[in-house]
């Protein structure tokens, strides 16, 4: 059997690879959540209750039924998710 020398290997295994991809993350689009105001995207704040957020923002689009101990909630708005955990705001997410 012909021994095939170390670097002959690693540059054959090399070529034959293709190129390596990454992707780029843009992090300040990440960590820049917009702010909650007329300017930004109005949505409800942590603590307030169903009725409150069902008040001021109507019916969501989509209702989840309650998940898990405690359970949690999630209400579909066009730009936004709010999360409740019994009938209080815990979060809510804009929708990107």
């Not at 021994?3 to 540059?11: D, S």
């Amino acid at each position: 059997m012909k021994k095939i020398a170390p670097f002959t290997l690693a540059a054959a295994i090399s070529a034959a690879a293709p190129p390596a991809l990454a992707d780029t993350l843009l992090l300040d689009a990440i960590t820049q959540a917009p702010e909650n105001s007329q300017r930004g995207v109005p949505r409800p704040v942590r603590g307030q209750t169903m009725d409150e957020v069902y008040n001021n923002f109507g019916q969501p689009q989509t209702e989840y039924p309650p998940v898990g101990d405690p359970p949690i909630t999630r209400w579909v708005y066009d730009k936004f998710t709010v999360y409740f955990e019994y009938k209080r705001v815990i979060d809510t997410v804009v929708h990107r």
